[in-house]
C-alpha cells in the first residue's frame, strides 16, 4: 500500500482532538486511568484455582467487550465514510442566505458515508440496491445534512409506506433469507401493488444500482427543498452530487462475482483511492425553480417519485466536494455518525414533500434507539463545529459540564443567557408558508402519474443499458416463486414500455397480461373509491433525457482505474516498464499478477508480482494487458486461471491489450483477435488501450453472444 496521505488539518480535526487517543508510547490502562501490570492473566486464588470476582481489571475489560456493539441501522447499515470539504464557486446569495453556499472563500469541513440500503452491516458491496449518499457540512452557522441517496426518487410518496416498504425488501422474517437482495418474493409482492414504485424499479434495475465505485456514482437529495435568500425570498430547490469520474458500473455477473472474492470492494476502493491521493471529487449541482413556476410541471415537485429533466430545468454547478481523510476509527466516525435531513441552516428550508416531512420525525427517533442517548450530538463525528448553547440539561452519557445555575430562559439570574438570535444575527426562521387546508389522510391527485418517468427513464437509455435492465428483472423475477406476483409486475411493466414487458415476459416463459390488473386498488384506503384512485398518465415536457444515460457519462480519464498486467517468467521487461509508466503517467494504477508470488525473471531486471492468479480474479480490475515475452506467454496460456481471466475480462466487456507474443496468449483464450473490438487492442500503442480504458465498458461487446467463462 502506498504511504498514508498527510492528514489535513480542519477545524473540525480541532474540534476532536481532545478525544483522539491512540496510546502510542503510553502505557496500558484501565478506564479509570490505573496502569496495567498484568494483561495476560486474571486474577485466581492460586496458579490452578478459581478467578476471583474482585477482579475489577477483568471484569472491566469484558463488560465493556460485552457491550461492543450497537444496534445497526434499520437501513442502510452497511457503509463506508470519508472525511473532506466542501467549496462553493461563487457566491449563491442571489437564492441562498447559507453561509457555506455565499462564501467562496470558505473550505467547510464535510463528512460523508455512502452506504447500502437492504443489507445488514456486514453484507456485500455489490448488492443490486440504491446507495446512501450522506453528507455532513460541519459549516459556521450549525451542521448541515443533505441526506441522500444515488438515484433521484424513491419506492414510494409518503413515508406512512417506508415500513412496509422495508419489511418487504428485508430478508423474510420466516428464514431470515435473502441477505441484501430484493430478488425474492415479498419484496417483488408489495412492488407488484404499489404502482407508485415503478420510476424507482427501473433506476434500481438499472446499472445505477451496481456502481463500479462510490467515487463514480451520482447523488441526489431526491426531495424539493427550499432555497431561502437575505431577503427571505424562497425558490425551490433540487440537489445533485455530479462525480467528476463520471458515472460508472460493473455488470451484473461481475457484481455477483465480486461479492464472494471481495465483499469490500467498494469500502476498499474509497479507502485505497484516499490512500493514494485520488481524491474523491464531486461538483454540487442545483436545480433552481421559482416559486411562480411550481405548478407549470407535468409532475408535482412535492412528489418524490419523479425527477426535473435536466434537460428542462438544467443542473448549475455550484460547488466542489473532495474527500481527502480516511476516518482514523471506523466505529468512531462512520458507525456512529448520525445523519438527520432536518439539521438545517438559515438559508436551505424543506417543502411539504410527504416522505421529507416523514424523515424528519424518523432520523432523531432512530438514533435515539441506535445510539441510545439524546446526547447523540457529544460524540464527536456529530458535534457542530459552532458553538453550542442551550438549556437541555444531563440524559444518558451526558459529556458537558454545563457552568451556572440556569437551566431555563427567560432567566435573569444568568443575565437572560443563552438568548435568542435575531434573523440578522444568523437565528434560523422557518420559511413562512401559507398553509390552508382541512385535515386529511389524503394523496394529491397530482401525484397519481406512476409511470410517464418510468417510461421516460426506460426510452433514455441505450441499447445495452436496456438489455441490462431486461436482464435484472428477469433474474429477479425469476427468484420469485408466486406466479401471480410475475404476472402483476408484468402488467405493471407493460404500462412503462410494451417491449420491455414483453422482453422480460420471454425470459420467465410467461406472457403479458392483455388487460393489466388494476394494483392500484390494493394500495388505497379501506374505504376510498377505487375510480378515484386510477393512476393517471401525464404527456412529460421531453420523450428522452439524455442525462439519465450513463453511456453519455465522463469517459476521458483512467485515473485511480486498476489494470491487471499478467505475466510469467520471461516477460518482456521493456514492455511491462513502457505500458506501466504509460498508465501511470495517466493516473491509473497498475498490478502485475503471476502464478505465483515472489520474483518474475524477466528479459532484464527482475520483477515482482503483486497478486497470485489463483488468488484473484478479472472482477476486480478494469482491465488486462498481457505483455510481450515468448517464456511469459507460453505459461499463460497454459495456464486456466490465466485464460478464465481473459475471458472473464472480456466476457464483462472491458479493454484488453495484447503485445508481441501475448496476444497468443489471446489466442488461446475466448476473446475473437481478429474481430473489430475497439476495446481489443492488439500490438497497439499505449495510448490506444489508455483510450479504450477511459471508455470503462464496451458494453456492446455483450450483443455478440455469450463467452464461456
Ligand atoms: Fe432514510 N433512514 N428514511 N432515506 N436514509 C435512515 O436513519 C427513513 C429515505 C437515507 O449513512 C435511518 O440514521 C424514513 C430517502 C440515508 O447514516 C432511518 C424514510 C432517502 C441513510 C431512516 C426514509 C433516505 C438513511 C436509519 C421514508 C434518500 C443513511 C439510520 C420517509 C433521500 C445515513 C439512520 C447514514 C438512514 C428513515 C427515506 C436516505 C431509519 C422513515 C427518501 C442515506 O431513520
Not at 49 to 60: A, K, M, Q, T, V
Not at 562 to 577: C, E, K, P, T
Request: net charge neutral; proline share 6%.
Amino acid at each position: 500500500m502506498a504511504k498514508k496521505n498527510p492528514k489535513s488539518l480542519n477545524k473540525k480535526e480541532e474540534n476532536l482532538a481532545p478525544h483522539t487517543e491512540d496510546g502510542a508510547d503510553q502505557f496500558l490502562t484501565t478506564n479509570q486511568g490505573l496502569r496495567i501490570n498484568d494483561n495476560q492473566n486474571s486474577l485466581k486464588a492460586g496458579e490452578r484455582g478459581p478467578s476471583l470476582l474482585e477482579d475489577f481489571i477483568l471484569r472491566e475489560k469484558i463488560t465493556h467487550f460485552d457491550h461492543e456493539r450497537i444496534p445497526e441501522r434499520i437501513v442502510h447499515a452497511r457503509g463506508s465514510a470519508a472525511h473532506g470539504y466542501f467549496q462553493v464557486y461563487k457566491s449563491m446569495a442571489k437564492f441562498t442566505k447559507a453561509g457555506f453556499l455565499t462564501d467562496p472563500a470558505r473550505q467547510t469541513p464535510v463528512f460523508v458515508r455512502f452506504s447500502t440500503v437492504a443489507g445488514s452491516r456486514g453484507s456485500t458491496d455489490l448488492a443490486r440496491d440504491a446507495r446512501g449518499f450522506a453528507v455532513k457540512f460541519y459549516t459556521d452557522e450549525g451542521n448541515y445534512d443533505l441526506v441522500g441517496n444515488n438515484m433521484p426518487v424513491f419506492f414510494i410518496q409518503d413515508a406512512v409506506k417506508f415500513p412496509d416498504f422495508v419489511h418487504a425488501v428485508k430478508p423474510e422474517p420466516d428464514n431470515e433469507m435473502p441477505q441484501a437482495a430484493s430478488a425474492h418474493d415479498t419484496f417483488w409482492d408489495f412492488i407488484s401493488l404499489m404502482p407508485e414504485s415503478m420510476h424507482m424499479i427501473m433506476w434500481v434495475m438499472s446499472d445505477r444500482a451496481i456502481p463500479r465505485s462510490y467515487r463514480m456514482m451520482e447523488g441526489f437529495g431526491i426531495h424539493t427543498f427550499r432555497f431561502i435568500n437575505e431577503a427571505g425570498k424562497g425558490c425551490f430547490v433540487k440537489f445533485h452530487w455530479k462525480p467528476l469520474l463520471g458515472v460508472h458500473a460493473v455488470a451484473w455477473d461481475e457484481a455477483q462475482a465480486i461479492s464472494g472474492k471481495d465483499p469490500d470492494f467498494h469500502r476498499r476502493d474509497l479507502w485505497n483511492a484516499i490512500e493514494n491521493g485520488d481524491y474523491p471529487e464531486y461538483e454540487l449541482g442545483v436545480q433552481i425553480v421559482p416559486e411562480a413556476d411550481e405548478h407549470k410541471f407535468p409532475f408535482d415537485l412535492l412528489d418524490p417519485t419523479k425527477i426535473i429533466p435536466e434537460e428542462v430545468v438544467p443542473v448549475q454547478r455550484i460547488g466542489k466536494m473532495v474527500l481527502n481523510r480516511n476516518p482514523d476509527n471506523f466505529f468512531a466516525e462512520t458507525e456512529q455518525v448520525a445523519f438527520h435531513p432536518g439539521h438545517l441552516v438559515p438559508g436551505i428550508d424543506f417543502s411539504n414533500d410527504p416522505l421529507l416531512q416523514g424523515r424528519l420525525f424518523s432520523y432523531t427517533d432512530t438514533q435515539l434507539s441506535r445510539l441510545g442517548s439524546p446526547n447523540f450530538h457529544e460524540i464527536p463525528i456529530n458535534r457542530a463545529v459552532s458553538p453550542v448553547h442551550n438549556n437541555q440539561r444531563d440524559a444518558h452519557m451526558r459529556q458537558t459540564i454545563n457552568r451556572g445555575n440556569t437551566a431555563y430562559e427567560p432567566n435573569t439570574i444568568g443575565g437572560g443567557c443563552p438568548f435568542q438570535a435575531k434573523i440578522a444575527d444568523g437565528g434560523f426562521s422557518s420559511y413562512e408558508e401559507r398553509v390552508d387546508g382541512h385535515k386529511v389522510r389524503a394523496r394529491s391527485r397530482s401525484f397519481f402519474d406512476h409511470f410517464s418517468q418510468a417510461t421516460l427513464f426506460y426510452e433514455s437509455q441505450s441499447e445495452a443499458e436496456k438489455t441490462h435492465l431486461v436482464n435484472a428483472l428477469r433474474f429477479e423475477l425469476g427468484k420469485v416463486t408466486v406466479t401471480d406476483i410475475r404476472i402483476r409486475m408484468l402488467g405493471l411493466l407493460s404500462q412503462v414500455d410494451k417491449s420491455l414487458a414483453a422482453r422480460v415476459a420471454e425470459g420467465l416463459g410467461l406472457k403479458v397480461p392483455a388487460k393489466p390488473e388494476q394494483p392500484i386498488n390494493h394500495s388505497i384506503p379501506a374505504d376510498g373509491d377505487p375510480a378515484k384512485f386510477q393512476p393517471k398518465v401525464v404527456p412529460q415536457q421531453v420523450k428522452t433525457s439524455p442525462a439519465l444515460s450513463m453511456a453519455n457519462t465522463v469517459k476521458d480519464t483512467v485515473k485511480s482505474r486498476m489494470i491487471a498486467f499478467l505475466v510469467a517468467d520471461g516477460v518482456s521487461f521493456d514492455d511491462v516498464n513502457d505500458m506501466k509508466s504509460a498508465l501511470l503517467k495517466a493516473g491509473a494504477q497498475v498490478q502485475l499478477i503471476a502464478p505465483r508470488l515472489g520474483a518474475i525473471k524477466t528479459s532484464g531486471k527482475a520483477l515482482e508480482a503483486d497478486e497470485r492468479l489463483p488468488a484473484t480474479s478479472s472482477v476486480l480490475f478494469d482491465a488486462v494487458y498481457i505483455p510481450k515475452g515468448a517464456g511469459s506467454a507460453a505459461t499463460l496460456k497454459a495456464s486456466p486461471e490465466a485464460i478464465h481471466f481473459i475471458n472473464e475480462a472480456y466476457k464483462h466487456c472491458k479493454a484488453i491489450a495484447a503485445d508481441g507474443e501475448g496476444a497468443e496468449v489471446l489466442k488461446a483464450s475466448y476473446v475473437p483477435v481478429d474481430d473489430k473490438d475497439p476495446a481489443v487492442i492488439i500490438n497497439g500503442k499505449p495510448a490506444a488501450f489508455i483510450k479504450a480504458v477511459a471508455q470503462h465498458r464496451y458494453w456492446e461487446r455483450e450483443a455478440k453472444g455469450g463467452v464461456p467463462a
